[in-house]
């Protein structure tokens, strides 16, 4: 995004670009690079971002309940005033996006970019990101086939995805995955243990389970956190090894975690990352340009458009009940451990 940014404002505009370091921390306190298009060259094949990101920090009162703290926005104003921005690009998730909503409303324009591998920002159909992590997690499953094939073990591979389970529903099916635990739909032990003592009676040796870091057992059970320091939602993890411990107490089945962890964020982004990528930068630029501010670039049918981002701030898309794809997957015989 960033280098279709630059490229298309400096091409096809003669614009001027500046790139925050370390996100909201760089427009409050100044902190910049100029972004030329020799900067951006040779950055279409890295991961990650080049300027850096604020996630745990705060520097605005959006109000959603969490920490309150010094809002920065005057300084965020004096730094756009001091560098003459016409506006800025927000690229990130749904904190990045609500934090945008919250300054837009503020006065101060801003074009949000949906980028999370959680794939679970609003009215957009796709966010960049989630189809370089979906193919790391379906290659995981796939390599994960190996052990549990031959030395005929259940598998749980636990991936990303605190209240979405894009990841893990896309990977799993993928991967062809057994079953799929998603935070959308809670599971039930029991039946998980039902559905891979039915393999076993079929003659399948093996079963692989993708769990996504934010499913729990029905009937509110516990959430696996790792830690939450205070204003700052908690760290989840552990999913996995909560449930390969009780299935094999329940089954005497020998099971097997793997935590996927920050591997499905790392590397090169696929084809499909790239060119959305370039897609949603040039787009947010053509905004800019036309001076619709307050609005985030979106895929919608396939094509490229465009929403206000007061529409997407605060909300998480989930995956829907009646998702084709659910259906699907209950179809070829995939189980959610409903
Ligand atoms: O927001 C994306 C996400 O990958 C979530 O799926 C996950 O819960 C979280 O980030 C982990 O964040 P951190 O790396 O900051 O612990």
Redesign the pocket.
Known sequence: VIRAVVKTATNEHGMEVFGFLDGYHGLVSGRHVRLGYDDVANILTRGGTILGMS??DRFFNIGDGLLRVRDRTRDARGVMRRLGLGGVICIG?EGTLAVANYLNGKGIPVIGVPK???NDVAITEQSFGFDSACTIATEAVDRLHTTADSHHRVMVLEV???HAGWLALHSGLAGGGDIILIPEIPFHCEAICRVLRARVRKGRRFSIIVAA?GAHPAGGGELYMVKGARGVPA??GGIGTAIAREIERRTGLECRETILGYLQ?GGSPTPYDRLLATRFGHAAVRLAVAGRFGLMTSLVGGRIDSVPVARVAGITRVIPPDSPLLSAARSIGTSFGE
């Open positions: 996630k745990r998730g999370t591998i959680d990303m995805g605190r870091e760290r989840l964020r």
